[in-house]
């Protein structure tokens, strides 16, 4: 019986018919040809399975990478830490891989980009480690959060924030001053230092003024970490 390549129509020999690279086989009734791909249509159908595969990954990761990003603020989907100076994203991907290094601080004024790239390095870890647990809270929320333990008295909301792997508080600093703020934020701080858990800390105050409305031992434990200084002017007021 006759074999045909399906694309061409070209006669196969009996060597191509056996040949373990032409593996696509069409049925097709008794009496008829048989249909197969001849080496040349074999390769075609290889490369488009091929970059069908390819697309099909890489729509994966960009779902994954949505999910990632699904707490994110708007104005902060398109961050990417590959868009970040070279410095800069070497320090990051130093934090998040290096187990010694329990705190990425960036420090700088508004709109110097300390929270694009905090992000930046916050999707890298989750693609990284998908199956760790994250918090993303800015330095207010965390102590509301942190003070409804006290209203329901118990501990539960501070057991999760201490223990989580990887924890990001944004704008430290700009919470209200209160004994009791203070206090939670340092003793939470203090915790994951000791205990080396990720922290990622973003301040638009000087190391001095944090070291003045905390403590000294408070700086000195942040500043332990991966430190960055970010300069320059606000950003966000270029076009004014």
Not at 130 to 154: F, H, I, P
Request: hydrophobic share 35%; charged share 25%.
């Amino acid at each position: 019986m006759k074999t045909v390549c399906i694309m061409c129509e070209k006669s196969l020999t009996a060597k191509q018919y056996f040949s373990e690279k032409v593996h696509f086989h069409f049925p097709t009734a008794p009496g008829t040809p048989q249909y197969k791909l001849c080496a040349k249509h074999q390769k075609q159908a290889d490369e488009y399975i091929m970059q069908a595969h390819q697309q099909i990954k890489e729509h994966a990761k960009q779902q994954k990478i949505k999910s990632y990003k699904a707490d994110f603020p708007k104005i902060f989907q398109d961050v990417n830490i590959n868009s970040l100076s070279n410095d800069h994203r070497i320090k990051c991907l130093n934090f998040i891989n290096d187990e010694s290094k329990w705190c990425l601080f960036l420090q700088g004024k508004v709109g110097t980009g300390k929270t694009y790239m905090c992000l930046s390095a916050l999707l890298e870890w989750r693609l990284k480690y998908s199956d760790k647990k994250t918090a993303v809270y800015n330095s207010m929320d965390l102590v509301l959060k942190l003070q409804e333990d006290y209203k329901s008295n118990n501990n539960k909301n501070y057991n999760y924030l201490a223990n989580c792997d990887l924890l990001v508080i944004d704008d430290l600093g700009t919470e209200r001053s209160t004994e009791d703020s203070i206090y939670q934020i340092m003793r939470l701080i203090f915790y994951r230092f000791n205990e080396v858990k990720k922290t990622i800390i973003t301040t638009n105050l000087s190391i001095d003024e944090l070291a003045t409305k905390f403590h000294p031992r408070l700086t000195s434990r942040i500043m332990s970490g991966v430190p960055i200084v970010l300069k320059g002017n606000d950003r966000r007021l270029k076009e004014f």
